[in-house]
């Protein structure tokens, strides 16, 4: 997939947390940027001084707000825009108009920095269940895999692979059958719904108790998932960093309305040995990329339904330049 189509689209690129101590510098889509936050107020540009090349995620943020570059003390304010070059006068400032290095537009999500390349299409994925008093939530941490954020997301709302990849903890192998499900969209994205026995080791109901699965994908790298049980209510939330086209970044939040009592730490190792069972399948299918034609792999009709779509809609996006529908 092109990352030209992906640049108007909302990524995550760190936690709001990893800006106390300065500038840090991350890669989205293959280019290198550095962020940096005063206040309430994160911005985001080109880890680049226009100067001699230097990263100004190696600098540091000034009392004025700027971030100041390591190697001659050029500071860029949040535009991009060089405001001050030491190595002149202070009141004969002479700066080019080419002194400047490129900013994007970022914004703070629940406790997530997150950029767009270019001017973004859609709002930020929803997560209503951070919000809600009712759901206590925690990010469960963050995670590297060396596959394409499409792959990520593709694996995820695969309901077929919970049994094999998971038992014990998200299926059953002698139950491995797939009703069908509708598919439908949701404006920006689709929605499906379906149900499924418990087992034993899970975080969710009981044991052989029928729980209910609802899924909300966002194009292009944003899932949620919300299950319903005799205990309550359990949420999902991933949206995927696409740091390059086979490598990617992401945190799970979780978001549960019972065992509140319970350590955070508990239902996170659940989750931490379903995503490690997860990259040891993820990271090594073929091709890295995930294949836009429909044609080059086989599908099952309803087992596939969901990633049939998901398929459908980045082709979409991919021979639209960034629109879907």
């Avoid at 080019?96 to 270019?118: I, K, M, N, Q």
């Avoid at 779509?309 to 980045?314: A, I, T």
Wanted: glycine fraction near 8%.
């Amino acid at each position: 997939m092109k990352s030209s189509t992906l640049r108007a689209y909302w990524h995550p690129v760190a936690e709001v947390g990893d800006l106390e101590a300065g500038p840090i510098g991350v890669r989205l889509l293959d280019e290198e940027l550095v962020l940096w936050r005063v206040e309430d107020d994160v911005f985001a540009a080109r880890d680049l001084c226009i100067h001699r090349g230097s990263r100004l995620s190696q600098g540091w943020v000034d009392a004025s707000g700027c971030v100041v570059c390591p190697y001659h003390g050029w500071r860029y304010d949040g535009t991009g825009t060089c405001v001050f070059i030491p190595s002149q006068p202070a009141d004969d400032q002479r700066i080019p108009s080419r002194a400047r290095t490129s900013s994007y537009p970022a914004v703070e999500r629940y406790g997530l920095v997150w950029v767009a390349l270019d001017e973004p299409r859609q709002a930020v994925p929803e997560f209503p269940q951070y919000d809600d008093p009712a759901f206590h939530t925690f990010c469960v941490g963050r995670f590297e895999w060396r596959a394409g954020a499409d792959r990520f997301i593709e694996n995820a709302i695969d309901v077929a692979h919970l049994p094999f990849v998971h038992p014990g903890l998200l299926g059953d192998r002698q139950r491995p059958v797939i009703p069908p499900y509708e598919v439908r969209d949701d404006g920006g994205g689709f929605y499906f719904a379906n149900e499924r026995y418990d087992v034993d080791a899970s975080q969710f109901g009981t044991k052989g108790e029928m729980i209910r699965r609802e899924t909300w994908v966002r194009m292009p790298f944003s899932w949620r998932i919300l299950i319903r049980s005799g205990r309550g209510m359990a949420a999902t939330f991933v949206a995927v960093q696409p740091v390059s086209s086979n490598e990617c970044r992401f945190w799970p939040l979780v978001s549960r309305t019972y065992a509140l009592d319970v350590p955070d730490e508990e239902f996170g190792d659940f989750d931490v040995n379903v995503i490690e069972q997860d990259r040891v399948i993820v990271e090594n299918q073929r091709p890295e990329m995930l294949p836009l034609d429909i044609t080059a792999e086989l599908h099952v009709k309803v087992a596939d339904a969901a990633s049939i779509e998901y398929r459908r809609r980045l082709r979409e996006i991919d021979a639209t330049g960034g629109s879907s529908a």
